[in-house]
């Protein structure tokens, strides 16, 4: 006698879990690409002021020579402290460290995205994952990538990283296609077998 293969089974909660799951790596990844953007853009920001001022600052000192008015001095110590300023606020907030690892945390939630993809993009009926085991899998690295990560503000979130259409995932439209389509493979079966 042999054994039936066992049926694995993704119903509706299992596959809105997935879908939710989706939504949810897609919306992480795209704040911290964001927040990464932003953070690198103010390092290059404040660089630039850094090299610009002292350069305008070196040029002044060294073309008036000794000889430097008490306007030209003025505007000389305006120029270095801009540069210092400048070159102090992009190493005290460390923009691109931040900016690296805001980068390193998109990029986990992007392959747990992909992974999500990976097995929502396949028709619930020929799924050979377990529903159980996957998803438990997908909220074990969920918790592990949030427990690494640096937070980012509500007000950064609210302001500068949150869009609407972030929280959308075509996965959605795929699982109301596959219902309809098991809906309607069910009216067919219940009037051949009338």
């Known amino acids: 006698m042999e054994l039936s293969p066992v049926k694995i089974v993704w119903g509706d909660y299992e596959n809105e879990t997935l879908i939710h799951n989706h939504k949810m790596a897609k919306l992480y990844k795209k704040r911290y690409q964001r927040a990464s953007d932003l953070y690198n853009s103010l390092f290059s920001f404040f660089g630039l002021i850094t090299v610009v001022s002292s350069s305008i600052a070196t040029t002044l000192s060294w073309g008036s020579g000794d000889d430097i008015s008490p306007n030209q001095q003025f505007i000389l110590s305006g120029f270095t402290t801009v540069s210092a300023l400048s070159a102090a606020i992009q190493n005290f907030y460390k923009f691109q460290e931040k900016s690296e690892i805001y980068t390193k945390t998109a990029k986990s939630y992007a392959k747990l995205q992909n992974k999500i993809e990976g097995v929502g993009n396949i028709n619930p009926k020929y799924r050979e994952v377990k529903p159980q085991q996957f998803l438990k899998k997908t909220q074990d690295r969920f918790d592990q990538i949030s427990d690494t990560r640096i937070e980012i503000?509500?007000?950064?979130?609210?302001?500068?990283?949150?869009?609407?259409?972030?929280?959308?995932?075509?996965?959605?439209?795929?699982?109301?296609?596959?219902?309809?389509?098991?809906?309607?493979?069910?009216?067919?079966?219940?009037?051949?077998d009338n």
Do not use: V, W
């Open 153 to 192: 503000s509500n007000c950064m979130t609210n302001c500068f990283y949150k869009k609407e259409e972030d929280d959308n995932s075509y996965l959605e439209d795929k699982h109301r296609r596959y219902k309809t389509n098991i809906e309607e493979d069910t009216i067919n079966i219940q009037i051949n």
